[in-house]
């Protein structure tokens, strides 16, 4: 079955040298820049063990380090042409040779093919025409081993062209997301097929990443909600217009019926957990949640559902760690991902808000807080108003860059941003935003994002604090116990310096407009008559 860290092991021949083993795992590691990105490899010195993880089913392969490189990595293939020796390719000769009947036909098809296009690629004419016959002959001899086979390698293939080639078409894209769907679908499921949907749920890049992972959830559900029998299925569609309709308990008692039919549909359970939460069963709804976890142990809509109960049952910090749970399978989940988010930032941000605050009420100055190489620095321009504006609305123009300085190799994700007003009455007003959709950005090590936006008031403003919340990801910065610290992981900053937007220069709108190139200009807030004097 597909995971994130699936195994290929590969043992050398006795006559290899270590060295010979240490190409062939780069010729694996340029591969993996290109067609398996996530490719790692292990090498143990005595024997000379390779273990090579990648995004790709598990496979023991009874062929040699460099022929697995030589197929992996297109850029080595011509090198390694010209270096292998005779006992080398007859290792490869070897593997592809091997029986095809028994419980390993599935993987020595794999050799064979593998093999196959090894010899393509290095143009061994009558090798490739034998492998060929040889692979025609396995397939007729094993005919269940080999549908297996070309399944798999049709989720190699739409999994290669979903994930791993986000500069394909969208078009292409949703495309092999569907082939996946309909490999996934019962009454017949290839089960690769649908960890292929979850890989491309959680790990989808590209510009067009959201709409693939949108198209990828959509393809779950899809396969949830289909059992495998149409009489089945035609009494779940029941049940849920019973449920849309607000008769819970009548739909209650349609899932039951259902659930006795066929225990062992997932979804039967889940929608029946779904009604119960509506009744505020919150106890059996999280029963139910528990049966479908064992069925589908990543169903994000059943973890989802898990913390709605916790939440109906007044639990924020267990409906927290169940959201948590979600966004591990499905990370841009709506909800869950707002959720967390605001728990975070109310957490690591609310702190500095409030001695912020403070110290800006006492008529002080806040402290300047930096952590982790974040560097925020901003400035303000009062707006100059037409002839015709409204006398008691006073304009102020932010710009505010956000810079990752970390020494690690590391980037870093915006979760929240804080503000604190103080006027000229001495009034002091804070608030804050979570930093998601279009106000999201991420830094990679070095990387500036810059954002403008306009503050309108009505009171004449005489300071002005702010502070980021951002998230570490992929940094090595763990201790030793593989855990990072909330510091580590949530590092925030104060904005520098404070701001004293009474004493700033005054700008045209045309200025503004010049003043704005290069940022990204996140809108205007209007504060009038917002529950403020301001």
């Given at each position: 079955m597909l995971q994130n860290a699936v195994a290929w092991h590969v043992t050398s021949s006795s006559s290899q040298s270590h060295g010979e083993i240490v190409w062939a795992a780069h010729g694996l590691r340029e591969a993996g820049q290109s067609r398996f990105p996530h490719v790692d490899v292990s090498l143990a010195r005595r024997p000379f063990t390779a273990t090579v993880r990648s995004a790709c089913v598990g496979r023991t392969l009874p062929f040699s380090m460099l022929a697995v490189a030589a197929v992996m990595s297109r850029h080595s293939r011509r090198r390694l042409s010209q270096s292998l020796r005779p006992h080398q390719v007859a290792v490869m000769r070897a593997a592809s040779d091997q029986d095809s009947s028994g419980p390993s036909a599935v993987e020595n098809l794999d050799a064979i093919s593998m093999a196959l296009e090894f010899a393509v690629q290095t143009?061994?004419?009558?090798?490739?025409?034998?492998?060929?016959?040889?692979?025609?002959?396995?397939?007729?001899?094993?005919?269940?081993?080999?549908?297996?086979?070309?399944?798999?390698?049709?989720?190699?293939?739409?999994?290669?062209?979903?994930?791993?080639?986000?500069?394909?078409?969208?078009?292409?894209?949703?495309?092999?997301?569907?082939?996946?769907?309909?490999?996934?679908?019962?009454?017949?499921p290839v089960p690769e097929a649908e960890d292929a949907l979850h890989l491309v749920?959680?790990?989808?890049?590209?510009?067009?990443?959201?709409?693939?992972?949108?198209?990828?959830?959509?393809?779950?559900?899809?396969?949830?909600?289909?059992?495998?029998?149409?009489?089945?299925?035609?009494?779940?569609?029941?049940?849920?217009?019973?449920?849309?309709?607000?008769?819970?308990?009548?739909?209650?008692?349609?899932?039951?019926?259902?659930?006795?039919?066929?225990?062992?549909?997932?979804?039967?359970?889940?929608?029946?957990?779904?009604?119960?939460?509506?009744?505020?069963?919150?106890?059996?709804?999280?029963?139910?949640?528990?049966?479908?976890?064992e069925l589908k142990p990543r169903h994000?809509?059943?973890?989802?559902?898990?913390?709605?109960?916790?939440?109906?049952?007044?639990?924020?910090?267990?409906?927290?760690?169940?959201?948590?749970?979600?966004?591990?399978?499905?990370?841009?989940?709506?909800?869950?991902?707002?959720?967390?988010?605001?728990?975070?930032?109310?957490?690591?941000?609310?702190?500095?808000?409030?001695?912020?605050?403070?110290?800006?009420?006492?008529?002080?100055?806040?402290?300047?807080?930096?952590q982790n190489g974040i560097a925020c620095t901003w400035d303000v321009h009062r707006v100059k108003q037409e002839d015709d504006a409204e006398v008691q609305a006073r304009i102020y123009f932010f710009r505010i860059d956000v810079r990752n300085e970390s020494t690690e190799a590391a980037s870093l994700q915006s979760l929240a941003r804080f503000y604190v007003l103080r006027f000229q009455n001495g009034e002091?007003?804070?608030?804050?935003?979570?930093?998601?959709?279009?106000?999201?950005?991420?830094?990679?090590r070095g990387e500036t994002?810059?954002?403008?936006?306009?503050?309108?008031?009505?009171?004449?403003?005489?300071?002005?604090?702010?502070?980021?919340?951002?998230?570490?990801?992929?940094?090595?910065?763990?201790?030793?116990?593989?855990?990072?610290?909330?510091?580590?992981?949530?590092?925030?900053?104060?904005?520098?310096?404070?701001?004293?937007?009474?004493?700033?220069?005054?700008?045209?709108?045309?200025?503004?407009?010049?003043?704005g190139q290069g940022y990204y200009y996140t809108g205007q807030l209007d504060l009038r008559g917002k529950g403020t004097s301001a």
């Open positions: 143009k061994q004419i009558e090798e490739a025409e034998r492998l060929r016959k040889r692979l025609s002959e396995a397939e007729a001899e094993n005919p269940v081993a080999a549908i297996l086979w070309r399944q798999q390698k049709q989720v190699r293939t739409a999994l290669e062209d979903a994930l791993y080639k986000p500069e394909l078409e969208a078009e292409a894209r949703v495309q092999a997301i569907n082939s996946l769907m309909q490999l996934a679908m019962p009454p017949a749920l959680k790990d989808a890049v590209g510009d067009d990443s959201e709409s693939v992972r949108s198209v990828a959830e959509s393809a779950l559900w899809s396969c949830w909600l289909k059992s495998g029998d149409e009489d089945l299925d035609k009494i779940l569609e029941k049940g849920v217009a019973l449920m849309e309709s607000g008769k819970s308990q009548e739909a209650v008692d349609c899932f039951t019926g259902l659930i006795s039919e066929e225990p062992r549909f997932a979804e039967a359970w889940n929608k029946r957990a779904t009604a119960l939460y509506g009744l505020k069963e919150y106890d059996r709804s999280i029963e139910d949640c528990e049966k479908v976890l994000f809509g059943c973890l989802s559902g898990v913390a709605m109960c916790h939440i109906g049952r007044n639990d924020e910090e267990a409906a927290f760690q169940w959201f948590k749970k979600a966004l591990d399978v499905h990370p841009s989940m709506p909800g869950a991902q707002k959720f967390v988010l605001n728990k975070i930032a109310q957490e690591r941000l609310n702190p500095m808000l409030v001695e912020t605050v403070t110290a800006m009420g006492k008529g002080s100055n806040p402290v300047v807080e930096t002091v007003f804070p608030f804050m935003r979570l930093t998601e959709g279009a106000a999201g950005f991420k830094l990679k994002y810059r954002y403008c936006w306009a503050l309108i008031v009505s009171k004449e403003l005489h300071g002005m604090a702010g502070g980021v919340l951002m998230e570490e990801k992929g940094a090595d910065s763990a201790d030793e116990t593989g855990e990072q610290s909330e510091d580590e992981r949530y590092p925030r900053c104060a904005m520098d310096p404070l701001l004293l937007p009474h004493l700033s220069d005054q700008v045209s709108m045309a200025q503004v407009q010049d003043l």
